[in-house]
Structures are given as structure tokens and as C-alpha cells.
């Protein structure tokens, strides 16, 4: 059997659920908030796909940031690479 890949650990999945429980919100719901399929919506918190866009839309419809851990680490490396430009720029304009 083949292992599949999972974008999340299996105690960020419980949190999630556990919050779109507590706030009343099903899959069919955020599908519908975000312009998305269910399925989409499904796997993206089961940990099967990787998509920021939806990820971030959960995130603003609960509330709650932090709760997929990629969106953090692409917004940190997205503030880094535009302090890396705004430094070259510097540089190349010699002051």
C-alpha cells in the first residue's frame, strides 16, 4: 500500500474539524464561501492537497490564523524575498 502525502499533521486536522464544528460550518458551506468544490474543500483539510488560497479563506472564515502551517511559512519566505529585493535595490543604487 502506498502511503499518501499529508500537507498536515493529524492534531492540526483535529483542530481545524473541531473548530468548523464549534462554529457551525460544514465543507458544502466553505465551498460555497470560497467559490470552491466540496472536495476541494475536503481535502484541503484532511491534509490530502496543498492550496494556500483555500487554506487562507479558512483561516479568514473562522477567524483564526495559524492553522495551516504552510501559510505561514509562505508568507515568511514571500516578507523575505521582499526584503532581499528591497536590499539589492539599495546596493545597486549605491547607497
Not at 34 to 48: Q, R, T
Not at 68 to 95: C, Q, S, T, W
Amino acid at each position: 500500500m502506498i502511503a499518501q502525502k499529508r500537507y498536515l499533521k493529524k492534531r492540526e486536522i483535529s483542530k481545524i474539524k473541531k473548530l468548523l464544528k464549534e462554529r457551525g460550518f460544514t465543507y458544502n458551506d466553505l465551498a460555497e464561501l470560497l467559490g470552491k468544490s466540496h472536495w476541494a474543500i475536503k481535502n484541503v483539510v484532511n491534509g490530502y492537497t496543498y492550496s494556500y488560497g483555500i487554506a487562507k479563506g479558512i483561516e479568514k472564515a473562522l477567524g483564526v490564523e495559524g492553522l495551516f502551517p504552510y501559510v505561514r511559512e509562505m508568507e515568511e519566505r514571500e516578507e523575505r524575498r521582499k526584503l532581499a529585493i528591497e536590499m539589492a535595490r539599495k546596493n545597486l543604487k549605491g547607497g
